[in-house]
């Protein structure tokens, strides 16, 4: 009733990897998943696995298509020796950049809101921003962003670009300008590791100038709410028994869902902390949540290797 | 039993196992719990110097020594996206990588690539990583020969260590043991159990294993030459069991201590008084005999400064009248526990009286226990280190390391003083209250420790049962406790040391004796007195405290006394017994003794620099924890003892018409309870013959008796 489709182990893939990487292409016809030093790419239908892109990461981590392109950004490394963005041209499939130069696997990447900025986090306690070239689809770096003490593990930009935010094993949240790469402001209040981000999307009236509101996720099984461009902590959602490492807006902004260690998907009112719904996904730890861009499906990966899709509309 | 080698039930990773299998052959996999963790556990990987440290190390942490086997696993698997192992090529794995140094890895290398353990990980991994039967863990250890008695030094025996699972089967753990020597001097003890002896004397070694302990005594007696006859007469249980112990151990005990050695010792013990000069005379003056000695021991049992000293010990023990504490509530409390001393209450009614007290705090005195800390896990740690000589604090965060309280125990204990609240001057019992396990955050209900969950009534007063439990006769803990308390404070040290460590790897010294004592006081209604009197009446108690022949070695089996420093308030009280100068305290008449004082509070620079106890925190050692320069500086030149040099006795002494020679006497009786040596008068009266200023001259022996060891030591 729910349009549950559980894509399980395939018999050509007999060891399973966690599901740490999760992505709906742009015209939502395909969602990218890990595999095992490649991609998997899946039916948006039924999550069964049609085919795949070689991508010799030993781990990979994160992945996220640029908005209204064709960059398909990847991340990963070898844990403890180095880390790597590869960038594929997702109409050929091929791999069009590498950007490299970290010393531990890189954790998690974003685009902004117009694709020009990628940004890059890292296991090696650093993140970056790089910016494409105008004549081209190579990026280059403009900032390091240096400043956590412990593996920054999520970073997003605020749809206005301004502000390019970072999580932490740290427990912090910080702040940076985007013009600069300064480091604008910290955030201290959670008591574990950050593990998610996610700006709420804006709405199509809205101007991209008005304060954001920012969800992070942490191992201090809470959810909290930030104002990230003002310094303000919003909300603390506090259903959550156990840590939680996956975040996603609704397409609409009106709600957010997150999930963790609970192999629960739970689905929060964006203005309140009113528990809308929620539902048992896996029976292990749930580390990535995707919205297709129409807003209508859902997608969470385990570390069993399961991918999950949920058709939102059945909710309603 | 028969022993079979750690296993595995595969599940659903069969396809993964039928890799395994063509890698490593038919041999089943390891359970995470008990075949992995201990791997780990043994390489050091989770030791507190390395990712059991509290915060862990280079961002992974794993709990200290495997305390806390889902959590350790969810870490290796499950954390940070499951960075730490890679199923699909394990020898990846960034686990084996580290720990064989193919990384960097600053706790050097851990799990050589060619050997057992790196490979029984490897094989963990490409199983797919399992954590195994969750209901399959260790029950307890067995260590072989548990008692090792070496007829001499410069040997070398193994020890053997098996597991009991909780399928009821038994595994040879013995290479997987984590062992340490409690003194590296006498037994060393390596990786594998081979225990190298090369001194004499006892010793344990501690063993660990998946969260459980065990221990090995370890025995060589101090010579080669048998000790043939019997120590000395044995008619008590002290007597038999520290005779039988000094004869195993080949020693021979010192002799009897002379009349005034003993009376002085005793009275210091007794009543924190010297003996007064008529006793001094009278006693040394009469027939020595054990009916004499006798004698004195029940007079001081029956004596007002008895009352008084031992007061005091019971509120250092307590904690009475720390920086918590008003002075009207701290005066009530001190009262009542001089009362409890003074009608010789069982000690068993005491500590009831204290656990279950509640209302003002200056009319229900006892309740003033519950003032010493606000939150409930303090208390239970008070209670726990004052009542049964057990120290649980390190299991409010993780198990504890040598002993086998885990987080749950503590929580469950600190439960029973979950709803004690200190409201203004007075302890309420509320409805409510809990105390929470700090990782799930749910309430946890209370359990003794080591005990069962008891059935109670949930509305009535938690401590009611807390204190039943405690006091029981079947608790071992809190007769031992005790009893070894008072030993300490007669013997100079405890059967078991520290005296608030009570466990299994921390055994007594003579286990049988403790047991014994024990029980005899549970037995005989736990009569404070009683067991004072078993103690100082043995002869191990009153052989001199002059080492001889090998016994020189020995400071643990009692062959001689041990010299006890005397307490803060002992010190101060004999030299103003000595000197007739008494101290004089604000607040309190003239004649006030410092043992008298009523919490710790009373201002006395004297007292400060001699250590006395703050009652801030536990004063188990019973000497003078101030030391140090400060203390000698003042002892040497301070007001202490040179402002009264010119008074009291020696002006008395010189205004009597006697001879220099009773007056050098007299004060060597008074200070040290014994007639100066031939080679001391020789000393001291030609000195004194030969001053200008005989006052003077007085003065200087008096000083320098006051500053000698033998009067500062009860001995």
């Known amino acids: 009733m729910f349009g549950l ?3 399980n182990l395939t018999a050509a893939e007999p060891i399973a990897v966690p599901i740490t990487a999760l992505a709906f292409s742009p015209d939502g016809s395909a969602l990218i998943s890990n595999g095992s030093r490649r991609l998997d790419v899946r039916s948006v239908h039924d999550g069964s696995v049609n085919s795949h892109v070689a991508c010799d990461l030993p781990k990979i981590t994160a992945a996220a298509f640029q908005p209204h392109g064709d960059i398909l950004a990847v991340a990963g490394g070898e844990p403890s020796v ?35 900025l990628l940004g890059v986090a890292s296991a090696d306690h650093s993140a970056s921003v790089w910016r494409m070239a105008t004549d081209s689809a190579n990026f280059t770096r403009i900032f390091t962003l240096a400043g956590h003490a412990g593996p920054v593990l999520a970073i997003a930009f605020s749809p206005a670009d301004r502000t390019v935010v970072t999580a932490s094993a740290d427990r912090s949240i910080k702040v940076w300008s985007t013009e600069d790469g300064r480091l604008l402001r910290t955030f201290n209040h959670h008591l574990e590791s950050v593990n998610a981000l996610a700006f709420r999307p804006l709405a199509a009236a809205e101007d991209p100038a008005s304060p954001r509101a920012c969800a992070s996720a942490s191992d201090d099984r809470t959810v909290r709410i930030w104002q990230p461009e003002i310094g303000r902590m919003v909300r603390i959602i506090r259903q959550h028994r156990a840590p939680a490492f996956a975040l996603v807006y609704a397409a609409d902004g009106r709600s957010v869902f997150s999930a963790g260690k609970e192999g629960r998907i739970r689905r929060f009112d964006a203005d309140s902390d009113t528990l809308l719904t929620e539902w048992s996904a896996s029976t292990d730890w749930i580390y990535a949540l995707a919205l297709s861009p129409d807003g209508m499906k859902l997608a969470s990966g385990d570390w069993s290797g399961t991918v999950l899709l949920r058709d939102l509309t059945m909710d309603k | 039993m028969k022993l079979r080698a750690p296993r595995f039930r595969p599940g659903v990773f069969a396809v993964a196992c039928l890799w395994a299998n063509a890698l490593f052959g038919d041999e089943q996999a390891l359970p995470f719990r008990t075949g992995i963790l201990p791997l780990l556990t043994k ?23 495997g305390y806390d086997p889902t959590e350790d696993y969810e870490r290796i698997t499950r954390e940070l996206g499951g960075r730490r192992i890679d199923r699909a090529a394990p020898t990846e794995s960034l686990l084996l990588r580290k720990a064989s140094r193919q990384l960097t890895h600053e706790g050097g290398r851990r799990l050589p690539r060619d050997g057992d353990a790196y490979e029984k990980v490897q094989r963990w991994i490409v199983e797919g990583a399992p954590f195994g039967p969750k209901d399959l863990w260790v029950t307890a250890i067995t260590v072989s020969p548990a008692e090792n008695f070496l007829p001499t030094t410069n040997t070398t025996f193994s020890l053997h260590v098996t597991a009991q699972l909780s399928d009821g089967s038994r595994e040879d753990v013995t290479s997987l043991a984590l062992y340490s020597s409690s003194n590296d001097a006498l037994a060393e003890v390596g990786k594998q159990g081979d225990v190298h002896v090369s001194g004499r004397g006892v010793t344990s070694v501690m063993v660990r294993y998946s969260g459980q302990v065990g221990v090995a005594r370890v025995m060589v007696p101090f010579s080669d030459e048998l000790v043939r006859e019997d120590p000395f007469p044995a008619d008590n249980i002290i007597d038999q069991h520290i005779g039988a112990e000094l004869k195993r151990l080949r020693l021979r005990p010192s002799p009897l201590s002379r009349d005034g050695e003993f009376l002085r ?20 003056g009469g027939p020595s005999s054990p009916a004499a000695r006798r004698q004195v021991i029940d007079d001081l049992l029956a004596s007002s400064e008895f009352v008084d000293v031992w007061t005091l010990r019971l509120a250092e023990l307590l904690l009475i009248g720390g920086k918590r504490a008003s002075d009207d509530a701290t005066r009530a409390y001190h009262s009542w526990v001089r009362e409890q001393v003074a009608r010789n209450a069982p000690y068993d009614e005491i500590v009831r009286a204290i656990l279950t007290a509640s209302g003002p705090l200056t009319t229900a005195a006892p309740a003033n226990f519950f003032t010493i800390a606000n939150d409930p896990r303090d208390l239970a740690e008070h209670a726990s280190r004052i009542f049964l000589g057990t120290q649980i604090a390190c299991a409010r965060c993780h198990a504890h390391p ?17 709803r004690v609240s200190h409201e203004g001057d007075t302890i309420k019992i509320n409805a409510r209250g809990e105390v929470d396990h700090p990782k799930t955050g749910a309430p946890v209900s209370p359990r003794p420790l080591g005990g069962s969950t008891i059935s109670r009534d949930p509305g009535a007063d938690r401590r009611i049962e807390l204190a039943a439990w405690m006091t029981d006769a079947s608790n071992p803990l809190f007769a031992q406790t005790i009893v070894n308390r008072v030993w300490k404070l007669l013997m100079g040290r405890g059967l078991v040391e520290p005296v608030d460590d009570l466990r299994p790897t921390n055994p007594a010294t003579h286990p049988a004796l403790i047991a014994g004592l024990a029980g005899d006081f549970a037995t005989h209604g736990y009569d404070l007195r009683r067991l004072i009197r078993s103690i100082v009446t043995s002869r191990t108690y009153q052989i001199t405290s002059r080492s001889e022949g090998l016994n020189r070695l020995d400071d643990h089996f009692f062959s001689h006394a041990y010299l006890k420093e005397m307490p803060a308030a002992t010190f101060l009280d004999a030299v ?19 043992v008298q004082l009523i919490g710790a509070r009373t201002p006395s620079y004297a007292l400060d620099v001699l250590g006395r106890c703050s009652r801030d925190g536990p004063c188990d050692g ?26 009291g006795i020696v002006a008395e002494l010189l205004a009597r018409d006697s001879p220099d020679r009773a007056r050098i006497e007299e004060l060597y009786l008074r200070a040290l309870t014994r007639r100066p040596a031939p080679d001391e008068f020789a000393e001291w009266e030609p000195r004194l013959a030969a001053a200008a200023r005989k006052s003077e001259a007085v003065e200087d022996l008096l000083w320098t008796l006051l500053n000698s060891r033998e009067f500062a030591f009860n001995h």
Do not use: M
């Open chain 1, 5 to 7: 489709v559980n894509s």
């Open chain 1, 82 to 116: 180095r880390g790597e963005v590869r960038l594929f041209d997702w109409r050929t499939q091929k791999v069009s950049q590498r950007l490299t130069n970290q010393d531990d696997v890189a954790t998690s990447v974003a685009f902004n809101r117009s694709g020009t």
């Open chain 2, 43 to 65: 390489a050091g990987c989770n030791a507190g110097a390395c990712h059991g440290a509290a915060t862990g190390q280079g961002g992974f942490k794993l709990s200290l020594f």
């Open chain 2, 265 to 284: 010792r005793v009275h210091l013990d007794l009543t924190g008084r010297l003996p007064s000069l008529d006793t001094a005379r009278a006693f040394l």
């Open chain 2, 402 to 418: 040598a002993d086998r309280w885990t987080q749950e125990d503590y929580h469950r204990f600190a439960a029973y003083f979950a």
């Open chain 2, 576 to 594: 103003a017994q000595v000197t007739g100068i008494p101290e004089v305290f604000d607040g309190y008449p003239e004649g006030t003794r410092a």
């Open chain 2, 622 to 647: 019973g000497g003078r924890p101030g030391g140090g320069l400060a203390q000698a500086l003042h002892l040497i030149n301070g007001g202490t003892l040179n402002a009264r040099l010119g008074g």
